[in-house]
């Protein structure tokens, strides 16, 4: 059964990090893609980042946010830097097999984390 478990997740000030951390389990994840999502209150789930055979990143958080993963660990981990008040929104964990097409849709992934909230005050 696969299961992804995310941490890190809290409160920070504008302009100050944040590191996410996912652990995956269940099965190897080194040919899948790993990513993140976020929802932030009232709006829709919003693609953040994402690794596979390349690295893409939502125009709202490069040069900020930097996605790394450790196949070995079964891990994917997002690093929050220079935090903005609109980056507050809980963090969902995400994974889809193969490695090629590294989506930014929502329905691109098929295994979801059960999210970490992330709070950035002004």
């Known amino acids: 059964q696969v299961r992804l478990v995310e941490s890190g997740g809290g409160l920070a000030q504008a302009g100050g990090s944040l590191r996410l951390s996912c652990a995956a389990s269940?099965?190897?994840?080194?040919?899948?893609?790993m990513g993140w999502f976020r929802r932030a209150p009232g709006k829709e789930r919003e693609f953040v980042a994402a690794?596979?055979?390349?690295?893409s990143y939502a125009d709202s958080v490069k040069g900020r946010f930097t996605i790394s993963r450790d196949d070995a660990k079964n891990a994917v981990y997002l690093q929050m830097n220079n935090l903005k008040p609109e980056d507050t929104a809980v963090y969902y964990c995400?994974?889809?097999?193969?490695?090629?097409?590294?989506?930014?849709?929502?329905?691109?992934?098929?295994?979801w984390g059960q999210g970490t909230q992330v709070t950035v005050s002004s």
């Open positions: 995400v994974a889809r097999p193969g490695i090629t097409v590294v989506p930014d849709t929502p329905g691109g992934y098929t295994h």
């Open positions: 269940g099965r190897s994840f080194s040919a899948y893609v």
């Open positions: 690794s596979g055979i390349l690295t």
